[in-house]
């Protein structure tokens, strides 16, 4: 809606969702979410593109979770967010910012759980992400496989608290890499690339804060340039009170004697507005209210299609095979928020089904068993992703279950059954045969 104040415009809710969405081109802010302590979800495919303020701007949240998500040259912030308990950021690429940052999470409250994972950061003006904390800890806020890659500063941490970083690739900024500027509690990073930033590696601005950067590539086995403590070192700068330039203690030592290819090849290699992983490991397990069976009774199963992620699965397609001797077979599927199925069903279940990164689908199936049938009952189910999508374990997406019918109380069996038990009765005769012939033959 190009001139329009926002393209996309929402109120707040205790359980909110916005998946699919498109706003392009907007003269202001392209999806604004005004929020009021609800837990607000924004699904695969979301995209806030071209608008001339903001790409995503929301208000307060009890819990906020973005999953494959793309703000991509926005004149303003990527995304910026006010204050909420918990906020996840899964696979999402946050690029192109013409004059600001690419994520932007402003006063942090100290009970702040912040995870960002699976992201590209890249071509920002200012920072990639920027915490603004309030004057207490924010509680955490975990970093991996981020691509921070192009901006001002990669990654600044203007929060308290836990800061644990792991996977980061944070080079060629126009500044830092990482600064850590304020009252920072415990900060770990490892097995990040920190190289090629034009100030410095990691620049911390507090007193108070210990950076434990051990492990990391700096752009040269030599390890990162300090004035005082590496002055041979021939990788991207540190700045902090040893060398005059800063404040606090960044611990690099040791270096990494080569750069983590994997994490690099990523961020190199996909492009600006996809995903860095590409996949979603579906599985499916079943579970049964009994162990058997008798025929003109029902049974009861219960199936479970979780995934992990990284991916959302939408487009799945999801099949049964019912054994022969059920009937009156219905179904009902329960999602969790976010994720959809079909409500209910008769016979077989032939779904397609969208499973958000760490959803679950359970599905009821209640049938009963035909009267006189004996054999046992084996139901198999499968689940499978649409094309663009890999599923990286294929052994767990099908699953059966075998349960014995009874009749009469006493199990029916086939032939393998029949077999085995002439053997067993065969065994004992000849047991009994010898020890016949023993006692008569002393």
Same mark, same amino acid.
């Given at each position: 809606?190009?001139?329009?104040?926002?393209?996309?415009?929402?109120?707040?809710?205790?359980?909110?969702?916005?998946?699919?969405?498109?706003?392009?081109?907007?003269? #202001?802010? !392209? &999806?604004?979410? /005004?929020?009021? @302590?609800?837990?607000?979800?924004? +699904?695969?495919?979301?995209? *806030?593109?071209? =608008?001339?303020?903001?790409?995503?701007?929301?208000?307060?949240?009890?819990?906020?979770?973005?999953?494959?998500?793309?703000?991509?040259?926005?004149?303003?912030?990527?995304?910026?967010?006010?204050?909420?308990?918990?906020?996840?950021?899964?696979?999402?690429?946050?690029?192109?910012?013409?004059?600001?940052?690419?994520?932007?999470?402003?006063?942090?409250?100290?009970?702040?759980?912040?995870?960002?994972?699976?992201?590209?950061?890249?071509?920002?003006?200012?920072?990639?992400?920027?915490?603004?904390?309030?004057?207490?800890?924010?509680?955490?806020?975990?970093?991996?496989?981020?691509?921070?890659? #192009?901006? !001002? &500063?990669?990654? /600044?941490?203007? @929060?308290?608290?836990?800061?644990? +970083?792991?996977?980061?690739? *944070?080079?060629? =900024?126009?500044?830092?890499?990482?600064?850590?500027?304020?009252?920072?509690?415990?900060?770990?990073?490892?097995?990040?690339?920190?190289?090629?930033?034009?100030?410095?590696?990691?620049?911390?601005?507090?007193?108070?804060?210990?950076?434990?950067?051990?492990?990391?590539?700096?752009?040269?086995?030599?390890?990162?340039?300090?004035?005082?403590?590496?002055?041979?070192?021939?990788?991207?700068?540190?700045?902090?009170?040893?060398?005059?330039?800063?404040?606090?203690?960044?611990?690099?030592?040791?270096?990494?004697?080569?750069?983590?290819?994997?994490?690099?090849?990523?961020?190199?290699?996909?492009?600006?507005?996809?995903?860095?992983?590409?996949?979603?490991?579906?599985?499916?397990?079943?579970?049964?209210?009994?162990?058997?069976?008798?025929?003109?009774?029902?049974?009861?199963?219960?199936?479970?299609?979780?995934?992990?992620?990284?991916?959302?699965?939408?487009?799945?397609?999801?099949?049964?095979?019912?054994?022969?001797?059920?009937?009156?077979?219905?179904?009902?599927?329960?999602?969790?928020?976010?994720?959809?199925?079909?409500?209910?069903?008769?016979?077989?279940?032939?779904?397609?089904?969208?499973?958000?990164?760490?959803?679950?689908?359970?599905?009821?199936?209640?049938?009963?068993?035909?009267?006189?049938?004996?054999?046992?009952?084996?139901?198999?189910?499968?689940?499978?992703?649409?094309?663009?999508?890999?599923?990286?374990?294929?052994?767990?997406?099908?699953?059966?279950?075998?349960?014995?019918?009874?009749?009469?109380?006493?199990?029916?069996?086939?032939?393998?059954?029949?077999?085995?038990?002439?053997?067993?009765?065969?065994?004992?005769?000849?047991?009994?045969?010898?020890?016949?012939?023993?006692?008569?033959?002393?």
């Amino acid at each position: 809606s190009p001139g329009a104040d926002q393209g996309i415009e929402l109120g707040g809710g205790e359980e909110s969702t916005c998946r699919r969405c498109t706003a392009r081109n907007n003269g #202001g802010t !392209g &999806i604004q979410f /005004e929020g009021n @302590g609800g837990n607000l979800h924004f +699904g695969d495919g979301l995209l *806030a593109s071209g =608008n001339l303020k903001t790409g995503i701007e929301i208000g307060s949240q009890g819990m906020l979770r973005c999953v494959n998500c793309y703000s991509l040259d926005n004149d303003e912030d990527g995304l910026k967010a006010d204050t909420s308990s918990t906020m996840e950021f899964i696979g999402c690429d946050i690029s192109g910012s013409a004059t600001e940052d690419g994520i932007d999470i402003d006063a942090a409250p100290d009970d702040l759980n912040l995870t960002i994972e699976d992201c590209r950061i890249q071509g920002n003006f200012e920072q990639g992400i920027i915490v603004r904390g309030s004057d207490e800890p924010v509680a955490s806020f975990t970093a991996g496989q981020i691509c921070a890659i #192009g901006n !001002g &500063i990669g990654i /600044e941490h203007g @929060g308290t608290g836990t800061f644990s +970083g792991s996977q980061i690739h *944070a080079v060629d =900024n126009a500044r830092h890499g990482l600064r850590f500027r304020s009252r920072v509690g415990t900060t770990t990073l490892s097995e990040s690339n920190l190289f090629g930033n034009a100030v410095s590696g990691i620049v911390v601005a507090n007193l108070n804060a210990t950076v434990a950067a051990g492990g990391n590539w700096w752009g040269d086995p030599s390890g990162p340039f300090d004035t005082i403590d590496n002055n041979g070192g021939l990788g991207d700068a540190i700045i902090d009170s040893s060398n005059g330039a800063g404040a606090g203690t960044v611990l690099f030592t040791p270096p990494a004697a080569a750069p983590f290819a994997e994490i690099a090849e990523l961020c190199d290699s996909n492009r600006q507005g996809a995903p860095i992983s590409g996949t979603a490991d579906l599985s499916v397990t079943i579970s049964v209210d009994r162990s058997d069976a008798t025929p003109g009774g029902t049974v009861i199963y219960t199936i479970e299609i979780f995934n992990p992620g990284p991916l959302a699965a939408y487009e799945t397609f999801v099949f049964d095979s019912l054994p022969s001797g059920l009937e009156s077979v219905d179904w009902t599927c329960g999602p969790t928020f976010g994720s959809e199925c079909s409500p209910e069903g008769t016979d077989s279940i032939n779904d397609t089904v969208d499973i958000l990164a760490n959803g679950t689908l359970t599905y009821t199936v209640i049938g009963r068993i035909a009267a006189g049938f004996t054999d046992p009952l084996e139901l198999t189910v499968t689940v499978e992703t649409a094309p663009g999508v890999t599923d990286p374990v294929s052994s767990n997406n099908v699953a059966s279950d075998v349960t014995s019918v009874l009749t009469n109380g006493i199990p029916m069996l086939d032939h393998r059954g029949i077999l085995a038990l002439l053997l067993l009765l065969a065994l004992a005769a000849h047991r009994r045969l010898a020890y016949v012939r023993a006692r008569r033959n002393p």
